[in-house]
């Protein structure tokens, strides 16, 4: 069963584009995760997230990557890590996730509709 929410509420969820910059290892995580620094352009900056997306991508394969992710949620302690944005992903079987992004490059910090 899919649960409603008002336009109101989805109106509050910050969604932009950012680059991924760096990744790294995090080695505290339960699930083995990678930490990421993105550029989310002048009028954010850059953010810390993590994500579990291990079984997808290699760690050197994401920097200059482009992907969608929540700028506005409040900063949440994952393993020791700050993490300040939730990168947006569709979660498949045994939650393997792959990432969501624009399929043209696009400047950092653009809102998604």
């Known amino acids: 069963m899919i649960s409603e929410i008002s336009w ?11 680059t991924i910059l760096e990744a790294e290892e ?11 620094l993105i550029d ?14 291990t079984r997808r991508y290699a760690m050197e394969e994401l920097p200059g990557r ?18 300040e944005c939730l990168v947006m992903g569709v979660v498949g079987d045994e939650t393997d996730v792959v990432l969501l992004s624009p399929d043209q490059k696009v400047p950092n910090g653009l809102r998604i509709a």
Do not use: H
């Open 40 to 53: 989310f352009g002048e009028e954010i900056g850059a953010k810390r997230t993590s994500a579990q997306i």
């Open 66 to 83: 482009q992907v969608i992710a929540v700028v506005n949620f409040p900063v949440k302690r994952i393993a020791g890590f700050k993490s």
């Open 26 to 36: 995090l080695p505290k995580a339960r699930k083995p995760a990678y930490k990421m």
């Open 8 to 18: 109101e509420d989805f109106e509050k969820v910050d969604m932009r584009v950012g």
